[in-house]
């Protein structure tokens, strides 16, 4: 079994970052392979929509999505994560999705084989449970189209410094929850 984590923030050692490990720990606790890219380190561009990718297998960018393409196809479970930055998703993550639109056939299947199980971490510094909802629903509702399963969502909020998640015992044990299911 193989679970990759996509990490959409930047501060390493952060609240997403730490929240993302405590949901791959416990899919390694249940004898998972697991591996971490975080968006933030890697070259990825921004789509061109210029539609080489539904005439092709890829996309005509040669950068780090390439990579991702294929442990995207070989990966058994993925894991998302961002915090909110701006009422949103953080830069880094809504290139990576743009990018993943090289992932759909013309006809709008997907190129990755259906049934991939996907878990989802968000973190806020609001103190507002459903501030920022839509944001869970929008990667839910691309990776569904992907033809991947959601197991679940944890979102941490009130998380302004670094260590704040780690305070968050209800958002830590979610997300225990979840990285056990990526691989049931």
Do not use: W
Request: hydrophobic share 35%; with cysteine.
């Amino acid at each position: 079994m193989k679970v990759i984590g996509i990490l959409g923030s930047a501060r390493e050692n952060g609240n997403t970052d730490r929240l993302m490990k405590t949901m791959i720990k416990a899919s390694i606790e249940s004898g998972a392979e697991t591996k971490i890219y975080n968006l933030a380190k890697m070259n990825i561009g921004c789509c061109t929509g210029c539609e080489y990718c539904k005439k092709n297998d890829t996309c005509v960018q040669k950068d780090d999505m390439v990579l991702l393409y294929n442990e995207m196809k070989t990966a058994d479970a993925i894991i998302i994560g961002t915090p909110i930055y701006m009422g949103d998703m953080s830069g880094q993550l809504k290139t990576f999705i743009d990018r993943c639109y090289a992932l759909k056939n013309a006809d709008r299947t997907s190129k990755i084989p259906a049934g991939k199980k996907f878990g989802i971490v968000i973190t806020q510094g609001a103190d507002i449970p459903n501030h920022y909802a839509k944001t869970p629903e929008k990667i839910e509702y691309i990776f569904k189209g992907l033809g991947c399963v959601p197991v679940g969502a944890v979102t941490g909020i009130k998380l302004h410094e670094k260590d704040d998640i780690l305070k968050d015992a209800a958002a830590l044990e979610k997300a225990e929850e979840i990285g056990k299911l990526l691989i049931e």
